[in-house]
């Protein structure tokens, strides 16, 4: 690759991949479970069915697989590839599985790292990567989205556990001196909303000898107040792309696609609306694979690319939200 200037770097989109596991878990499957119907699930949320991991899935092998599929889209010889940010938020070590991914790719120039930022994930690390590109520190990154929320939904809670599924994705960017596609971002929290929806630490007091209690590791399953989550959604989303739209000179119309976070696909009408984005343009694919947390986002992409949806150019809106709160926005050119 040519030497990078440093005042002219810009991001280029090369490739994506995903991955979700075979089993398939559908609504009449959870309705056997708990109190609920396929015809309940399906108009409250757009969802039919989603994916669950199987024995021995974790983020590390659906993580890798996407990976996988987006170098080879990129034509990216592995030992190019300098970094390497994994958002997730149920790592298979709390420690990390970033790395793990890296050693099963044998990326052995990559530095590789775990980011955790819910639903909002993906968005966060694909701006985080984008910033080592801007600075010139590094040329090539892969952004990968994975979660196993399987792990940690109460199958007995009927008001979360319709939701969510497991699946991962990723994009593989690079640092160019001809353009900049990554056209704008915007990200926020508000930790003051934080308990609509969490994954806590379950604060099981135990001793490790007289007088010296700690608190045992582990974490409850997810905890969600459904209508203020749903609330915060409608609200936020159409602000901050608004926002993000008049910080860039661009309008609504610009846009090619919307890609928002996959949870609900009545969210993702209302975000329409309010944005004025016509249904066409709005992509989902929530109803086969429910809300995958930090993986929707990449996957809805890259299918929409293996699907000659997304084609080179295209404008692409996106839009991740979740736990937190955190909720951000991105406009992107694809290629
Ligand atoms: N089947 C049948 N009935 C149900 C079910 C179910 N699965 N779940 C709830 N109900 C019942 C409730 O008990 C309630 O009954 P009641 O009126 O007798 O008390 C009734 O249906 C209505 O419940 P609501 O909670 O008002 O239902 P709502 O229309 O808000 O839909 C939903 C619930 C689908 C969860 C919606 O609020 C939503 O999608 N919220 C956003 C959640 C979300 O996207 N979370 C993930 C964010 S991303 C991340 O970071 C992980």
């Known amino acids: 690759m040519e030497a990078i200037k440093l005042n002219q770097i ?27 119907s396929d015809e309940w ?6 969802i039919s069915e989603r994916r669950i991991s199987g024995i021995g899935e974790n983020v590390v092998n659906m993580g890798y697989e996407a990976a996988l599929a987006a170098i080879e889209m990129a034509s990216w010889d592995i030992d190019s590839i300098d970094l390497i940010i994994l958002a997730t938020s149920t790592p298979h070590d709390l420690f990390g599985s970033a790395p793990s991914i890296q050693a099963k790719l044998a ?63 990723a994009i593989a960017i690079e640092a160019t001196n001809e353009f900049n596609n990554f056209i704008g ?47 915060f959604a409608v609200k936020e989303v159409p602000i901050i792309l608004n926002n993000l739209f008049k910080k860039i000179n661009y309008s609504s119309e610009d846009v090619d696609w919307l890609v928002l976070h996959q949870a609900n696909q009545r969210i993702l009408d209302s975000v329409g609306e309010r944005l004025k984005i016509p249904k066409e343009k709005i992509l989902s694919n929530l109803e086969y694979y429910g809300n995958t947390s930090a993986g929707t986002i990449p996957l809805m992409i890259d299918e929409a690319i293996r699907n000659n949806k997304i084609k080179q150019n295209d404008i692409i809106a996106t839009s991740g ?7 951000g926005a991105a406009l992107i050119k694809w290629g």
Request: aromatic share 12%.
């Open 107 to 169: 990326a052995h120039n990559a530095v590789a790292f775990d980011l955790t930022a819910a639903c909002s994930g993906f968005l966060f690390a694909l701006v985080t990567a984008s910033q080592f590109l801007k600075m010139g520190s590094y040329k090539r990154a892969l952004v990968i989205g994975a979660d196993q929320l399987s792990s940690y939904v109460d199958w007995n809670d009927r008001r979360s556990c319709i939701l969510f599924g497991d699946g991962a994705g």
């Open 10 to 36: 810009g991001i280029s989109f090369k490739g994506s991949g995903s991955y979700v596991p075979n089993q398939i878990l559908t609504n009449q499957n959870i309705s056997k479970k708990v109190d609920t």
């Open 321 to 327: 939200f979740g736990a937190g709160l955190s909720w």
């Open 41 to 46: 699930i399906k108009s409250r949320t757009g």
């Open 185 to 231: 971002f915007d990200m926020k929290t508000d930790g003051e909303r934080g308990s609509f929806l969490n994954l806590p630490f379950n604060n099981n007091i135990d001793s490790i000898i007289n007088n010296i209690d700690f608190m045992n590791g582990g974490f409850s399953p997810i905890q969600m107040n459904g209508q203020e989550v749903y609330k």
